[in-house]
T-cell receptor
Framework: GPKVLQIPSHQIIDMGQMVTLNCDPVSNHLYFYWYKQILGQQMEFLVNFYNGKVMEKSKLFKDQFSVERPDGSYFTLKIQPTALEDSAVYFC????????????FGSGTRLTVL | QQKVQQSPESLSVPEGGMASLNCTSSDRNFQYFWWYRQHSGEGPKALMSIFSDGDKKEGRFTAHLNKASLHVSLHIRDSQPSDSALYFCAASDTSNTNKVVFGTGTRLQVLP
């Protein structure tokens, strides 16, 4: 099936540093998402992105967070500066269209902030 | 305030048994529903979608939607140990933001 690739699979950084999580979405998909999951529990919506713009973001998407997809390359989530509570697994997803389209997820990036 | 609640939080069934998972939304704008399954160390993977009232069957999996009561269920017959995973209900509304909200999750364990 369609594959979403996330790089790296694990990242350990010190609090206050910047981190960039990378996502290579399914090639013909147009909508991109980031979700946050703590301790294998609920998938929390962070943000979605279409046509170079953020469509909607949640309260979890703090001012320190940003997303972009320059020139059709990786869809990235940047956190600057990081905080201890940012430790989680971050999942990228993509879909081909609006509303009734299934999301395809990557395997996640486990972020540990020390 | 969680818009998509799932029950039970965890569930154990014997191999070959029936597993029933429930999902209730508090937002009447949700019109599109999915069930996703997440195995340990992986991302969620869609099992099936359901957009109309009634039943939808795919193999051993049957989803049921009742939009009036904002209730979605998933029934897994002849459960297998490989079905042991975290199951999420997900919902989307008809707004133009394409946001997909996931439920609180049900952890299913199928005992050999």
């Amino acid at each position: 099936g369609p594959k979403v690739l996330q790089i790296p699979s694990h990242q350990i950084i010190d609090m206050g540093q910047m981190v960039t999580l990378n996502c290579d979405p399914v090639s013909n998909h147009l909508y991109f998402y980031w979700y946050k999951q703590i301790l294998g529990q609920q998938m929390e919506f962070l943000v979605n992105f279409y046509n170079g713009k953020v469509m909607e973001k949640s309260k979890l998407f703090k001012d320190q967070f940003s997303v972009e997809r320059p020139d059709g390359s990786y869809f990235t989530l940047k956190i600057q500066p990081t905080a201890l509570e940012d430790s989680a697994v971050y999942f990228c997803a993509s879909s081909s269209g609006t509303h009734a389209e299934t999301l395809y997820f990557g395997s996640g990036t486990r972020l540990t902030v020390l | 305030q969680q818009k998509v609640q799932q029950s039970p939080e965890s569930l154990s069934v014997p191999e070959g048994g029936m597993a029933s998972l429930n999902c209730t939304s508090s937002d009447r704008n949700f019109q599109y529903f999915w069930w996703y399954r997440q195995h340990s160390g992986e991302g969620p993977k869609a099992l099936m979608s359901i957009f109309s009232d009634g039943d939808k069957k795919e193999g051993r999996f049957t989803a049921h939607l009742n939009k009036a009561s904002l209730h979605v269920s998933l029934h897994i017959r002849d459960s297998q140990p490989s079905d042991s995973a975290l199951y999420f209900c997900a919902a989307s509304d008809t707004s133009n933001t394409n946001k997909v909200v996931f439920g609180t999750g049900t952890r299913l364990q199928v005992l050999p």
